[in-house]
């Protein structure tokens, strides 16, 4: 269950404890869209993440725990993975801090995921920074972004999924 929640992670650049807490209940997968509620959001903003099509095939062959309505449940009933599963999973490869193939750790991969799409992407910094939940820092430019990119951001997460899975 660790590494389909850092395949999930990966293909939707979202933080640790978004995937960890991750509930049947926010998962459309006829439209493809995961919604986050906002109080588990940094920003307690709702986000909403459009998921590519490999992230929906892991989550079509995901079992649902009946009484667990964790995405991805761990060992304890009722209870999600661990916020340490990513981590050790990623040690166990020998990733992470002193790691002997190098120090990457989950959240690392949402760094990798901007820096594709400012050097390898044209989009823009907006669209990228939408799809990574930032906040707008300057408050006029903030009061006047009512929109959230959706379908641009789809494109790209879509653009994403295929660079990362084409090896």
Do not use: C
């Not at 999930?8 to 640790?16: E, K, Y």
Request: zero cysteines; charged letters at 30%; glycine letters at 6%.
């Amino acid at each position: 269950m660790s590494s389909k929640a850092l395949q999930f992670l990966i293909l939707t650049a979202t933080r640790t404890s978004e995937v960890l807490r991750s509930e049947w209940p926010e998962i459309d997968l006829d439209n493809e869209t995961w919604t986050i509620p906002a109080d588990r959001m940094k920003a307690r903003r709702e986000h909403r993440v459009p998921l590519p099509r490999k992230a929906v095939e892991l989550l079509s062959q995901l079992p649902r725990v009946k009484g667990n309505p964790y995405v991805f449940p761990g060992a304890r009933y009722g209870r999600p993975l661990s916020n340490m599963a990513m981590l050790q999973l990623m040690r166990g490869m020998g990733y992470g801090l002193d790691g002997k193939r190098g120090d990457f750790v989950p959240h690392g991969f949402r760094s990798s995921f901007r820096d594709w799409t400012g050097e390898v992407t044209s989009y823009p910094r907006d669209v990228a920074e939408m799809a990574l939940a930032h906040t707008i820092e300057n408050k006029v430019e903030a009061a006047y972004r009512r929109g959230d990119l959706f379908e641009k951001r789809r494109a790209m997460m879509q653009e994403w999924s295929d660079f990362i899975t084409s090896t």
